[in-house]
Structures are given as C-alpha cells and as structure tokens.
C-alpha cells in the first residue's frame, strides 16, 4: 500500500506544482526570489538536465518500459525494505509525471533554478532525485530478509558442529 500512496503523492506534487508554475508564469514572468531561487520557465524536449533535445517520443517509450520494470521490481521486493521500495515509488511518481507532459505536450516544464545544482528542474526531478537517494540508502543499509535467511539456514550447521566440538572435549 505504501508503494502506491507514495507514487500518487509524487505524481501529485509534480502535477499541482506544474500547474501553478504555469498559471504563476502566465502573470508575472521569471522571477528570482533570492540569491539561491529563480523561477524560470523552460521547456524540455530532452532528458535529465536538457539533454538530447528533440528526443521526446524515444525518451517516452524508454521510460514506459523502466516504469514497467520498476514496478514489477517494486511488487517483488521484500517488505521490509521500506526505504528501496519507498524510493523506487518516489521515482517512479516523478517519472510518470514528466510522461504526462512528454505524452500530452510534447515536453516538460521546467522552472526552478538554484545555484545549488545545475540545469533548471521541477517537482518530478525533485522526487525522482530523492527517490534515488532513499533507494541507494535502502539498498545499502535494509539487508534483504530473503537473504537474512538465507545467511542463518547456512550458519545452523556451523552451530551444530561447535556445539559436537564442545561435547568431546
């Protein structure tokens, strides 16, 4: 159930932040809040970072196939692994909310520029980054209960002979 709650609130937030961004640029144009914020509007017709530009519909058809894979990925990994699992559906929301635009425009809007990273990015770029964090976290520091298992099936002969070893002593 988490996988899905965290996948539509990615969606959503990229959605709804989207949608403002677009309203926002309508009436007042690119604006710099601070030192560390700009908001600018930018079209994407690339990947990550603007990159390849003009590749939309090869970048749509690769992304289903990830999505696809992902989530099949997702399904049948252990529950206990919340943060691989809750990072991989972060992705996986973002990933689905620049398909939207891909999909119905054609590319994706981009609007928020820091100097704190390069490129100018949005909300999707902002789940699926945090996503891969979580997830690499996840897969480093959630070991996997299959292989917990795994690791005391092979340990329980190991204990039986220390104990043989024990008793002719």
Do not use: C
């Not at 973002?94 to 100018?120: E, K, Y």
């Not at 789940?127 to 979580?134: P, Q, T």
């Amino acid at each position: 159930m988490l996988p899905i709650v965290l996948i539509a609130l990615a969606f959503l937030t990229d959605r709804l932040s989207k949608w403002w961004a677009a309203d926002f640029f309508a009436e007042h144009g690119d604006v710099t809040i601070n030192q560390f914020l700009t908001l600018k509007e930018t079209y994407n017709r690339g990947v990550a970072f603007g990159m390849f530009q003009g590749i939309g519909p090869l970048v749509g058809w690769l992304t289903i196939a990830v999505l696809v894979a992902m989530l099949v990925y997702i399904a049948k990994t252990p529950r206990q692994m919340v943060l691989l699992r809750s990072g991989l559906s972060l992705i996986v929301g973002g990933a689905l909310g620049n398909l939207v635009d891909r999909i119905t425009v054609g590319q994706v809007l981009d609007f928020i520029q820091t100097p704190l990273r390069s490129g100018i990015f949005n909300g999707a770029d902002v789940m699926i980054n945090l996503g891969m964090v979580l997830a690499l976290v996840g897969s480093f520091r959630q070991p996997r209960a299959d292989l917990e298992e795994e690791q005391v099936d092979s340990l329980e002969p190991l204990a039986h002979t220390d104990e043989i070893e024990a008793e002719t002593e």
